[in-house]
């Protein structure tokens, strides 16, 4: 019974830790360690069980929820982070879809934005692999929901695996919106080889494809190369791109559009 309630203490503690991480940040192994009142030795412990669970990255002295080069960040991180211009981005993007459509939505934070928007332009086919995605088209009338299952990634609540992309090999639609973790140079790129796997197979399945991006992704790469940018019909940013990386986009023949504030 001591050691059920001593397991217990500990999820309560991490769960705690990681929400805390979350909210800022980062954070060092010394102030976790004063926060939840253990030893450093414990908060070590605790963040290579969080970092086995893909919920946060370890670093000298401490710990970090933000992404780097190969290693993307948590989904429930992803959902916290630029929320308002990931809704201007959707909002925008919505005028390119249509009632009687096909669509494919990844399980990108930004591309989830969108569906608040499909109401107003049913009937529709969506497809996704994004569990949340799924919960949230579940409830929408006249939305016809396509579940592309697989093995269940917690990290990403999303499905992923050779099920999930022989899903999407089995399909063809009239468009889809996705988005990444990083673009620079004319590409777009992600940390994860199995990541870009998904999102290439779901780019060759549609007619038109639209890549959704909030300004924090430019001017960065990660160590997959996706596609190069010229492979989408739009790209879809924020207003908070600075003009010279626009300019730098056009530069690259891509097709940007900037979102305006309703």
């Known amino acids: 019974m001591t050691e059920h309630r001593t397991g217990r203490r500990r999820t309560q503690r991490q769960e705690e830790m990681s929400q805390f991480v979350m909210a800022r940040g980062s954070a060092t192994a010394a102030d976790l360690a004063a926060e939840f009142r253990v030893s450093v030795n414990t908060i070590h412990r605790d963040l290579d ?7 946060v990255r370890k670093f000298h002295g401490g710990v970090t929820a933000q ?10 991180y992803r959902l916290r982070q630029m929320l308002p211009e990931k809704q201007q981005i959707a909002g925008h993007a919505a005028r390119y879809v249509e009632p009687g459509m096909s669509i494919l939505l990844d399980d990108s934070t930004t591309a989830l934005q969108l569906i608040p928007h ?5 009937p529709l ?3 996704t692999n994004f569990q ?5 088209l579940s409830a929408m009338d006249g939305v016809g929901l396509l579940g592309l299952g697989g093995e269940y990634d917690h990290q990403h609540d999303a499905f992923l695996g050779v099920m999930c992309l022989q899903g ?10 996705i988005s990444t973790s990083a673009v620079g140079g004319g ?7 199995r990541v870009v796997a998904f999102k290439r197979a779901m780019l060759d399945a549609s007619a038109r494809r639209y890549l959704l991006l909030d300004h924090t992704k430019l001017g ?3 160590l997959h190369r996706l596609v190069p940018l010229t492979t989408f019909d739009r790209v879809i940013v924020d207003d908070g791109v600075p003009e010279a990386v626009l300019a730098d986009l056009r530069h690259h023949q891509v097709a940007v559009e900037v979102a305006s504030r309703n």
């Open 125 to 127: 086919k969506v497809a």
């Open 168 to 177: 999407i090999e089995a399909i063809r639609v009239d468009a889809c919106f």
């Open 132 to 136: 949340e995605a799924m919960h949230r």
């Open 187 to 193: 590409d777009a790129y992600h940390q994860e080889e």
């Open 49 to 55: 069980d969080l970092e086995r669970r893909g919920m």
């Open 220 to 222: 960065k790469v990660a």
């Open 67 to 76: 992404p780097s080069g190969v290693f993307e960040t948590n989904v429930a």
């Open 118 to 122: 499909l109401a107003e332009r049913t």
